[in-house]
């Protein structure tokens, strides 16, 4: 496995931000990557704090304290368990734009966060603050929901044939070197309502769906052959209707343990549908999703 450069986990001390953590280990070891445990401290409660019991209050560092020490046992479960030495970083402040400026100071290769925290991860990987880490972020980001007992065992990847689609697969045989790959592309007829509205007979709407099923499923080869997977490795899943509720059904479908979905482009349509298409999987879904984040060229 290649390394993922530097790997940033967060996390706010909650049972599935630890399976967040041990998931990050586990990647760290597998890959010979450096992994730096984030604990932030909202810095809003603290204000509040100084209001009601004046500032350089004996409780404000004993709180301060209390999440150090918190951290560096994390730190040290992990190196127990995983054979990993993170290193650990404690801030207070903003939540997002800590970690925003730690990811690009240490060059991330990925960030890893859990799927329901107690705390400020809630907000994070739930609501506008997710919406917002994904739209500013230049960081591949993986929502870990399960506990990390083994590697992944299948992932899905869903594709829609642009640029990013290629990056996809590459980051998932980062991550799932030994993980079979599920190539799923979701496709829907065109105004399939309107052209039954406007007369076209159903015998020619269901031509364009079987060759909109044959165009994906040659381009699911193409885009398998570009990315150098053997045949073996991988299967083609090609399957009518709205994107994110074909990914949440073939995920169970195909027993997948890692989703893999993709942002590119910086259009409002793309940035709407990557965030419903981000939310339904997460809400809906069981499996850890990696959102792959790709670059303009």
């Known amino acids: 496995m290649t390394s993922l450069k530097a790997i940033l986990a967060v996390t706010d001390f909650s049972a ?26 909202p810095g809003g409660p603290f204000a509040e704090l100084r209001e009601w019991l004046g500032p350089d209050h004996a409780m404000e560092q004993r709180l301060q304290d209390d999440a150090r020490q918190r951290l560096q046992q994390l730190a040290a479960d992990l190196q127990a368990s ?20 730690e990811a690009a100071s240490l060059d991330a290769g990925l960030l890893v966060v859990g799927a329901r925290g107690e705390g400020f991860l809630r907000r ?13 972020t230049s960081v591949p980001v993986l929502v870990v ?11 899905l990847v869903a594709v829609d044939f642009s640029p990013w689609s290629l990056q996809a ?10 993980a079979p790959l599920v190539l799923l592309h979701a496709f829907q007829v065109p105004f399939e309502e309107k052209l039954h509205f406007a007369g076209v007979d159903s015998a020619t709407i269901e031509q364009y769906r079987r060759q909109a099923r044959a165009q994906a499923t040659q381009r699911l080869h193409t885009l398998a052959q570009d990315a150098s997977l053997p045949p073996e490795s991988w299967t083609p899943c090609v399957v009518e209707g709205e994107a994110s509720q074909r990914i949440v059904e073939q995920e169970h479908e195909h027993d ?11 259009s409002a349509a793309e940035q709407l549908l990557l965030g419903s298409v981000t939310k339904h999987v997460l809400a809906e879904g069981s499996a850890d999703v990696l959102v792959s984040v790709a670059r303009q060229a």
């Open 124 to 136: 994070l990987v739930l609501g506008t603050t997710a919406e917002r880490l994904l739209r500013l």
């Open 82 to 101: 995983r054979h990993v030495a993170a290193h650990t970083l404690h801030t207070c402040g903003s939540v997002l734009d800590d970690i925003l400026v």
């Open 169 to 178: 697969v590459a980051l998932a045989r980062q991550l799932a070197p030994l």
């Open 145 to 155: 929901r399960q506990l990390p007992h083994e590697r992944y065992r299948r992932v």
């Open 256 to 266: 997948c343990d890692l989703v893999v979905l993709g942002k590119h482009g910086q």
């Open 16 to 41: 599935q931000a630890r399976h967040a953590a041990d998931r990050a280990a586990r990647l760290a070891h597998e890959t010979g990557s450096p992994l730096t445990l984030m604990h932030v401290v």
